[in-house]
C-alpha cells in the first residue's frame, strides 16, 4: 500500500484502484522479472556486443535517410523527428535476422 500513498501524494486518484487490481499488478511485474531471469545474463552479455554495432552504424544512417527523405518531401523538423523514431523501429527486425545469421 506504500505505492498508493506515493501515487495518492502525486495527485493521482485512486477510487478505481482496488485490491484485487493491486494484485493483479503485483502478479504481474513479478511474472515478468521471473521471465526476464530465465533469459540468462551469459546469453544476454554474449549478444549484447552485436547488438551494440548494429545500433551504433544504423542509427546514424537511420537519422541521415530521415533528413534526406524530410528535406525531399518538405517536411519540418518535428515531422523528422517522428520520421526518424518510425525508422528506428524497423531495425529490430534485422537486428533479430542478424542473430539467426550468426548463430548457423
Known sequence: MDSSLLLM??????TAF???????????????????LSIGVVK???SLNRVLVV???????LWA???FAAG??????AKE??????????PSTITISLN???SI
Open 18 to 36: 482496488t485490491q484485487l487490481e493491486f494484485l493483479k499488478s503485483l502478479g504481474l511485474a513479478i511474472f515478468l522479472f521471473e521471465a526476464g
Open 55 to 61: 545500433e551504433l552504424v544504423s542509427y546514424p544512417l
Open 44 to 46: 544476454l552479455l554474449r
Open 81 to 90: 523527428v517522428v520520421l526518424f523514431l518510425i525508422l528506428i523501429d524497423s
Open 65 to 67: 535517410l530521415a533528413k
Open 9 to 14: 501524494s502525486l495527485g493521482v486518484e485512486l
Open 100 to 102: 539467426k545469421v550468426s
Open 72 to 77: 525531399a518531401l518538405g517536411l519540418g523538423i
